[in-house]
Structure formats: structure tokens, C-alpha cells
């Protein structure tokens, strides 16, 4: 593990943490936006160009700014009064943070002894990953595709819904 | 001679870093190109403040700045030195640190793209396997620094004008993304290195870029206008506007910060203009097989200006959108348009060479255009338009 590792390490468990138990809701999406990076950067560090750019470009360019709208257009987006920094339910978030961690930590541990174990890291280049979609998992693509798409038809016919009742 | 000419920065470098010893060279090198980086885009800033002000003077039959040095060409400099002299005002309720950070973040960002940028042969300083998703991942991260700044300066101004930069920025980048898949599509590499070399080929004197083809031709100009929308220009600049939201996004920032917004804006238009550059026009490629002695850096940076110039002058011409023109265009013509490019793309790489393509191909795009711009004429109620002036 080197010097990297660690630096980058720490800042994704510090915007983690601050995401968990800070007051103020849209710092909380900021927060988590800064682990959303360490992780990308962690991804980087594993030669993994392919994730770590697409951790950048969904997770902060859209998923960051999804979350940060949704909390300016409810409530969530006025000033708490009081000068509090940490929430009043730090404890609560802390728990269930850590129960999430324990959950997915032990299914990850379960796993491990089927994985085939590579003392050489895998040299996977973006086309190869192209071609692995485009053939041998082309049905979950497309799969993923429908999905998608099926959810996007849903947002807009909500979205004109609205729009022809005001009318 | 004329191939050092063209490797000329290649050599220097090689030349400088040969006075350190061996395990130094690497890390030298690499600081020394991040450091010309950040001092070369600042420099091509300034110059074109200038050229904008100027060049918008002249269109609007005015002047323009003309006071600092012959013809006002140390505007810039005068421009910094106040900048750098002002106060630095942060709003009492302001939340200090976000505050901060914006336009940090901002500058950060879009300096983060040109690591991947073909900037000549053999000039590029991080050759990546993904480097156009890493242009658009640094390309996605400014939202976020937009939103910042207009959240924390407690600002309702501010705010809507973070808001409409955001909507309009998320909407334009599915048309950017999209205009350049099929350059991906045709390449089959997402590398700029490999798209630029992709290109560099001659036939009668003439370059193969992917402008001069159908689906290349409908993707630039998809890839234009939503490159003049990600950069908030004219005609797409909602975000700001005196008469309705002040400065936007960045109205509580003053002094240095504020040039940093204003840096970080012209160097995030070089961006985008280097990118279509690479994409369509062939890089630092010649536009004729017979001037290929010219140095391959001097074509890009000129092309790169070619397309500054060109926003320039759409900026002193057109009048801008309102924001759900901006919006429906966004949605309703530029997106289906790039879709319709998609399978046109396809089909020419599946019809083999020929002439029966170039037509196919041609005819599907116009068509498209032309019924699409129609049915949307008519669903707006916008028939031929009669101006009457002063009589």
C-alpha cells in the first residue's frame, strides 16, 4: 500500500463520514461528492481507467447534481437556524452507515475465496471492455438499455402530466 | 530542418531535462508540461479578452478598449493588475468555505482536460487509453462548481443563476456526448491520439476529417451548439444576464476570485474548441497535403483560434434564447438530430466505400433536419418571419 493509497483512502472516508454527520443537508451531497471522488481516484490507482472515468462522469457530473436538486427543490435546502455543524442524529446515521459497511464488507468477504486469485494485475484496455459488451454480455446490456429507457419515458410522461393539469 | 521545426517543444523539453540525473528526468518533465500548460492557456486568455472586446467593439461600431498601450492591446494586463488589487468581498451569510472552493474547483477542472489534448505530434502529455471520457468526466465536474458557488453565496440571484447554468449545461451535454460518439463509432477508439491519426491522411491533396462526411458534417454542428450552450455563450448565455439575475452564478464574487470564473469560462471554451478540433477537424493535422511542412502545432492552436473567433462573432450577432427556447431546442431538435446521426453513422460503415453511401447518408440528414425543423416550426406557431423596420 503506498503513500497515495493512504492519502486518497482518507479523504473518501472523510467525505463518508462528513456526508453521515453534518447538519447542513446540501453539505452533506458535497460531502458525499468528495467521496464519490476518493473512490474514483481509488479505482485510478487499481489501473482501472475505464470505472474510475465513469465514477467521474455519472456520479459526480449527474448523480451529485441529482441528489443536489432534489434537496434545493423540497425543503431540505433552507439554513438551519441554529449554528450547530453536526446533525442531531449524528448517531443513528453513524450506525446505520456502519451496519451498510459491516452488510456489504461481509458479502464481499463471503465471495472472495470463489474469486480466482491474480498475483499480476489484469491489463484491460477500454476497447476490450467495448467488445466484452457488444458480445458476450450484450443481453444484460440491452437489458439495462430498456430499463432505462422504459424509466426515462416514465419521468416524462409525469413531467407532461403535471404540466397539462396546470394548464 | 522543417521536422525539428515541428518537434520543436519535444526537443527543448528533451534538452532541459537532460541536465538532471536519470531517476529525476521523468518528474521533471512532467512538471515542466503541466507548468507550460498553466501559463499557455492564461497567455491565449488574454489575448482573446482582447480580441472578444475588440472584435465586439468593432461589430457594434464602437472602439472598443483603446486606452492601455498602443491600440489597448495591454488591457489584459491592466485588467489583471486590478483584479488582483480589488477586495475580496464574501458576504457575511455566505458559506465561507463552499464559497471558497468554487472557483477553485472551476479552474481545477477545466485545467484538467488539456492533459489529455493532442496539442501537435507527440504533444500530448498523458496519452490515455480513455482520454475523451476523461475530457468529459473534468468536462462534468465544473456543474458542481457552478452549483457551489451560486448556493453557498446566499444569494437569490446567485442561486437561479446557478440553477438555470446547471439545467442548461446537464441538457447540452447528452447533444455533446452524443455528437461524439460517432466519431468513436468510426474510429473505434475513444484516445484522441488515435482519432487525430485516424484523420491524418491525405487523397488528392485533400484531408480525411470527419467534418467532410455526412454524418461528421451534422455531428459538428450538433457538437457546436452544444459546445456554445456547455460554455455559456451567446446565444445560450441564460445564466447570466443584468436585467434579470445580475452576474448569475457568480455575483457575490469579487476581485481575484471572479477573475477565476472568468478565466476558468475562456479556458473551459479552449477546452471544448480543442476537443472539436481533435474530433472533426483533424487535430493538428494540415488542411492541405502540401502545407504539411508547416509546423503540426501551429495548425492546432490556429484552429483552436479559428473557432474562438468564430464564437466571437456568433456572440456579436445573434440575439440570445429565452430559457425554454433554450430548452426545447435542447430536447426536441438537437437531440433527435444526433440520434437520426447515430444510425446514420452506422449505416455508412456497414454500406462499404462508394458513392451510393455519400448519398444515402446525405440524404437521410437533411431530411431529418428539414422535417424536424418544420414540424417544430409549426408546432410553435413560428411561420416565415416578416421584420418590419423604421419606414
Known amino acids: 500500500m503506498s503513500f497515495a493509497f493512504y492519502v486518497v483512502a482518507a479523504l473518501t472516508l472523510a467525505g463518508g463520514l462528513a456526508a453521515v454527520l453534518l447538519k447542513n443537508l446540501v453539505h452533506c451531497a458535497l460531502a458525499l461528492t468528495v467521496a464519490f471522488a476518493g473512490l474514483a481516484l481509488l479505482f485510478l490507482q487499481l489501473d482501472a481507467q475505464f470505472v474510475g472515468f465513469v465514477q467521474i462522469l455519472v456520479y459526480i457530473g449527474a448523480v451529485a447534481i441529482l441528489v443536489?436538486?432534489?434537496?434545493?427543490?423540497?425543503?431540505?435546502?433552507?439554513?438551519?437556524?441554529?449554528?450547530?455543524?453536526?446533525?442531531?442524529?449524528?448517531?443513528a446515521g453513524l450506525v446505520v452507515a456502519a451496519a451498510v459497511f459491516a452488510v456489504l464488507g461481509w458479502a464481499v468477504l463471503q465471495a472472495a475465496p470463489g474469486l480466482p486469485y491474480a498475483t499480476v494485475a489484469p491489463m484491460v484496455t477500454v476497447q476490450e471492455i467495448g467488445a466484452a459488451l457488444m458480445g458476450r454480455y450484450v443481453l444484460p446490456l440491452e437489458i439495462v438499455a430498456l430499463l432505462l429507457t422504459a424509466a426515462l419515458i416514465g419521468a416524462v410522461i409525469v413531467a407532461m402530466h403535471e404540466k397539462e393539469g396546470a394548464r | 530542418m522543417l521536422e525539428k521545426a515541428d518537434q520543436i517543444f519535444v526537443l527543448l523539453l528533451h534538452w532541459l531535462v537532460s541536465f538532471l540525473p536519470s531517476n529525476w528526468q521523468h518528474v521533471a518533465s512532467v512538471v515542466l508540461c503541466v507548468?507550460?500548460?498553466?501559463?499557455?492557456?492564461?497567455?491565449?486568455?488574454?489575448i482573446a479578452v482582447l480580441l472578444e472586446r475588440k472584435g465586439l467593439g468593432r461589430m457594434q461600431n464602437r472602439y472598443g478598449p483603446n486606452r492601455a498601450g498602443p491600440f489597448g492591446i495591454l488591457q489584459p494586463v491592466a485588467d489583471g493588475i486590478k483584479s488582483l488589487t480589488k477586495e475580496d468581498i464574501v458576504p457575511f451569510r455566505a458559506d465561507a468555505l463552499v464559497h471558497f472552493m468554487a472557483p477553485l474547483v472551476l479552474v481545477v477542472a477545466v485545467f484538467m482536460g488539456f492533459a489529455v489534448m493532442p496539442m501537435g505530434r507527440n504533444m500530448v502529455l498523458v496519452d490515455l487509453d480513455a482520454s475523451l471520457l476523461f475530457f468529459f468526466a473534468m468536462g462534468a465536474s465544473t456543474e458542481l462548481s457552478i452549483f457551489m458557488a451560486g448556493w453557498s453565496s446566499r444569494n437569490k440571484y446567485s442561486l437561479l443563476g446557478a440553477m438555470r447554468a446547471v439545467a442548461q449545461m446537464i441538457s447540452y451535454e447528452v447533444p455533446l456526448l452524443l455528437s461524439s460518439v460517432?466519431?468513436?463509432?468510426?474510429t473505434g477508439s475513444l484516445s484522441l491520439v488515435k482519432i487525430v491519426e485516424a484523420q491524418n491522411h491525405y487523397s488528392w491533396?485533400?484531408?480525411?476529417?470527419?467534418?467532410?462526411?455526412?454524418?461528421?458534417?451534422?455531428?459538428f454542428v450538433m457538437f457546436v451548439i452544444a459546445s456554445m450552450a456547455e460554455t455559456n455563450r451567446s446565444p445560450f448565455d441564460l445564466p447570466e444576464g443584468e436585467s434579470e439575475i445580475v452576474a448569475g452564478y457568480f455575483t457575490e464574487y469579487s476581485g481575484f476570485k471572479f477573475a477565476l470564473f472568468f478565466l476558468g469560462e475562456y479556458v473551459g471554451m479552449f477546452g471544448i474548441a480543442g476537443l472539436g478540433t481533435t474530433l472533426f477537424l483533424g487535430g493538428w493535422s494540415a488542411p492541405f497535403a502540401f502545407l504539411g511542412w508547416v509546423p503540426s502545432w501551429?495548425?492546432?492552436?490556429?484552429?483552436?483560434?479559428?473557432?474562438i473567433c468564430f464564437f466571437i462573432w456568433v456572440r456579436g450577432t445573434m440575439p440570445r434564447l429565452r430559457q425554454d427556447q433554450l430548452m426545447n431546442f435542447a430536447w426536441k431538435f438537437v437531440l433527435p438530430m444526433t440520434l437520426v446521426n447515430l444510425m446514420v453513422a452506422a449505416l455508412w460503415r456497414f454500406m462499404g466505400e462508394g458513392l451510393l453511401r455519400w448519398a444515402v447518408c446525405s440524404v437521410i440528414v437533411v431530411v431529418a433536419y428539414a422535417a424536424m425543423g418544420r414540424v417544430e416550426m409549426r408546432r410553435g406557431h413560428l411561420g416565415p418571419r416578416s421584420y418590419r423596420y423604421a419606414e
Open chain 1, 68 to 91: 443536489v436538486f432534489a434537496i434545493l427543490l423540497t425543503r431540505g435546502s433552507e439554513t438551519p437556524k441554529s449554528s450547530e455543524i453536526f446533525s442531531r442524529t449524528w448517531l
Open chain 2, 35 to 46: 507548468a507550460t500548460i498553466v501559463l499557455l492557456y492564461p497567455a491565449l486568455f488574454a
Open chain 2, 182 to 186: 460517432v466519431i468513436v463509432m468510426m
Open chain 2, 205 to 219: 491533396g485533400l484531408p480525411h476529417w470527419y467534418v467532410f462526411t455526412p454524418w461528421g458534417l451534422a455531428g
Open chain 2, 298 to 307: 501551429i495548425w492546432f492552436f490556429a484552429k483552436v483560434m479559428a473557432w
